[in-house]
Structures are given as C-alpha cells and as structure tokens.
C-alpha cells in the first residue's frame, strides 16, 4: 500500500478486515495525506482557513460517521481528527511504516513487483526493495501543482510574487496589494474571496465561465442534493433542473459580474463557495476573463484589459502523478486513466488504484466498498474479466465520458457518483460468480446518459 491519506486508510480497513497481511508506507509522519496541515510529506496544500465544502454527512465513511458535534463543513483539523480517530478505531497504525517513500514499483517477470523504498528526505539513504504479490496505489491526486501550459506570454518578466494554490497558507502576505487568482475551481474561488478582505484589489481570472454553487440550497448542503429526488430523476432532465435551482437560489451569473456558462452545471465538476459570491456582489473581487500575457507589474486579459497586478496565485489544479512507476508501465496522460471502474489497469495484474474517481460530491463514501472490491481481487473471491473485455469497457466509458463532461485535464477523472456505486456492485457480484466459475457480462461505468436535450457536449 503506498500512502495513508483516506484512499490508503480505507483500503488498509478493509484488508486488514478480510485478513490480508500487507504493509502500508506512508512519505510523512502522520497520516491524513492532504488534510494534515503542513504534512511534512510536502504532499498537502490545505491553508490555514480551509473548510471542507462537502457536509460532515456526505463525508464520512459508511462504517464511521462523523461526530455529530462537528459543523455541517468541518474545519479541515476535524477532518483530520476524524481521520486519526478512523486509523485508531481499526487499528491501522501498526500496519503503516511512516516516514517511507516509495520510490519504484516494477513488475517481474515472473509475475509479482518489486517495490523500493527509502527513507524520507535523505536522497543519500538505501534503497531496499521488497517482492509483493500485489500492490496498491493511494497516493493521491491533490498534492503534483499543475501550472498552465502553455506558459503565459511573459510570466517570466513578471516581478512580483506568483505562487501555486497548493503553497498559500493565508491572506496575511497579500494586505494592501493588488493580487491575481488564476483559476474557477473550488481552491480559486475561496482563495480569492479570502484574499479579498485584506487586498488592495482582487481579480479572478477564468478562461471560460463556470456555475457557481452555493453550498446551501433549499435549506439543506447542496451535496444532500446528491441523495434527494432529484438525483433519481434522468440527466438529461436533471441538468435544466439543477440550472433553474441555481437560478432561483443564487441569481444570475450576470448579478456577480460573471459571464453566462457554456455548459449545463453538471457537465462539469462544480466550484462551490458562498463567500466568493457575496464578495463579488461587494466588488471586492473583480471577475476577469483569460490572461493573455503578463509585464512587468501587470496582467493583460483577452478582453484586451490590462491591470496593475503585485501578486498572482495559480489556482489551477493538479496532476495526477505516480513517481514510482516508470511511465512506460503506467502514466495518467492528458489526465485520463487507463483504468477498468477506475481501479485496475487490464494488463497490468495485481496492481491497483484507489481514489481516481472524482465526484462532484466527496469521495470518502466510495472508497471502502472499492477497497472491498481490491480485497476479494487479492483474496481470490472475485475474479476479473478479462483483459480484452476490461479494454472494450474503458473504451465505451471513455466515450460516455467525453459525451457527458468539459473537455478539460480538470475532468479526466469525474464520475456520477451513483453510476460509479452501481457499476462497482454490479462487478463484485459478477466478479465472485466468475470465481465460481460462472460467466457474467462485463458490467460499464456509464458516465451518463443524455437525452436529446442534455445540456452536455
């Protein structure tokens, strides 16, 4: 198991449920992955006033709530309270070797990998390596810092300070000066509603317009949404529905400063923040489009504005990143994954995945039943398809995929989260009747499917 944040926590639980014997290595000396504050693993980007912007309901895992004493949107301490109290509940701590970095993962020949690891932060150190059987990847998608490509025109002249979203830690820095955020997504839009309250001026900058969700609505975290009526109803009405509750809740665009979206709100991942609206509506941040090209000391926009610019902070998302894996075995390119239900690369066995299925709502509640999906893989009570069956259904959930979602690195890895639950159920029952000898069809992940009127490309 390589890493302990809530993808490697979940799959440790329910390993260790089954039985299966397995060590966990973990780069930092805490577990939590990136909601440990300052994680000395150097993998974190949480900042000092983060809240979860999923409820504590939607969050938990199915076999741990979380406390009922916690706010609706835990602040991201809680979270990583709830997750040490997770590792101690299930004993997971003396499974994980902490302060370890993986640093190859190489398949045999003879079937079986070979993994070496090494001490933290000392290049110097020995590499050991170990045969596994099987091993099983937790490193995360948060932590690699994605800067646009190709470079802006001129971001190499530019004097001031300019940072990634994954280095801030507060608006403290940035009192009094004029500051530029980068980016539409969730990190962005908090991070410049924050920045806001002590800059002199704040601009957004977005390439294209996107919905932004309130995190109430109807009185209730709009992730409840995820499990009310309206989730049940086709995407291709739920799109223009959820477009008319945003409108009826929030406004129009146009009320913030903000350009009408393209797209439907759930062709693409949502960005939720309650504070960047109220602050748009204060003109204490200033929507503008694209940067085309940076002085100096400012930022030109593709609406052929320019603007005095001190400060710029790159909110624009991450990579997905496996060092360890020599990318002719396995690389995420273009953001996209190779990946039968996200989990298992076809011709790759006894390697897996956990937590590259993004949802628009939180991931945690997926993670244990995949993780109880990898164990029987481990423990022989499932069976996969085969290798060519598992292509053909990457193949048409890639298609589903690219019909339904922005076209985009940002949403190479979304899901519909209740597609995703029922595909991972419907392969763990088809899986053990092909352990029994019995074969089932290959059950597809289907990203959606819209209507004539779906508003989706």
């Known amino acids: 198991m390589i890493g302990a944040g809530p993808s490697g926590l979940a799959a440790s639980k329910v390993l260790a449920s089954h039985g299966v014997p397995f060590d966990c290595f973990e780069a930092g000396s805490g577990i939590g992955g990136l909601w440990r504050y300052g994680n000395d693993n150097g993998m974190s980007g949480v900042y000092a006033s983060l809240h979860a912007n999923i409820s504590k309901e939607s969050m938990s895992f199915s076999s741990l709530p979380m406390p009922e004493t916690f706010p609706v949107f835990p602040h991201h301490s809680r979270v990583l309270a709830y997750l040490e109290e997770y590792a101690a509940r299930f004993g997971l701590h003396r499974h994980i070797t902490f302060g370890t970095e993986v640093t190859s993962v190489r398949p045999l020949d003879d079937g079986g990998w070979e993994v070496g690891r090494r001490r933290r932060g000392d290049p110097a150190a020995e590499v050991t390596t170990r045969r596994y059987t099987e091993v099983v990847v937790a490193n995360g998608h948060h932590w690699s810092p994605r800067l646009p490509g190709p470079a802006v025109p001129g971001a190499e002249e530019f ?18 000066r004029r500051v530029l955020v980068i980016g539409m997504g969730n990190s962005a839009c908090e991070i410049a509603a924050e920045i806001s309250r002590t800059a002199a001026r704040t601009f957004l900058s977005a390439r294209e317009a996107t919905h932004v969700f309130p995190k109430m609505l109807l009185g209730r ?19 223009p529905a959820m477009a008319l509750l945003l409108r009826l809740t929030r406004g129009a665009p146009a009320q913030y ?7 439907g709100p759930l062709a693409a991942h949502p960005s939720t923040s309650d504070e960047l609206l109220v602050q748009l509506a204060r003109g204490a941040v ?18 052929g504005s320019r603007e005095p610019v001190d400060a710029v902070v790159y909110a624009t998302g991450y990579s997905l ?13 273009d953001g996209r994954t190779e990946l039968f239900l996200r989990t298992v690369p076809p011709r790759l066995p006894g390697l897996y995945f956990m937590g590259l299925a993004q949802p628009s709502g939180a991931a945690f509640p997926l993670l244990e039943p995949q993780a109880e999906w990898v164990a029987g893989l481990i423990t022989g009570t499932v069976a996969l398809p085969s ?37 991972l159920r419907r392969e763990l029952r088809a899986g053990r ?15 959606a499917r819209p209507g004539p009127t779906a508003e989706v490309p």
């Open 159 to 176: 004097e001031g300070s300019a940072l990634h979203s994954h280095e801030y830690r507060s608006p403290e820095s940035y009192a009094g």
């Open 257 to 263: 400063g903000l350009a009408d979206p393209v797209r």
């Open 387 to 423: 290798p060519q069956d598992m292509t053909r259904a990457i193949g048409r959930e890639r298609r589903s995929h690219e019909r339904t979602y922005a076209p985009s690195y940002r949403h190479g890895i979304e899901i519909d989260v209740g597609s995703y639950q029922r595909a």
């Open 221 to 239: 975290p709009a992730d409840h949404l995820v499990r009310s009526p309206l989730s049940r109803i086709p995407r291709f009405l739920k799109g």
């Open 321 to 333: 990143s496996f060092p360890f894996l020599d990318p002719a075995v396995f690389a995420a390119r």
């Open 286 to 303: 200033t929507p503008k489009p694209g940067v085309s090209s940076f002085g100096r000391d400012t930022a030109a926009f593709t609406d």
């Open 433 to 447: 009747r092909r352990a029994r000898g019995v074969v089932p069809p290959v059950p597809v992940l289907a990203a």
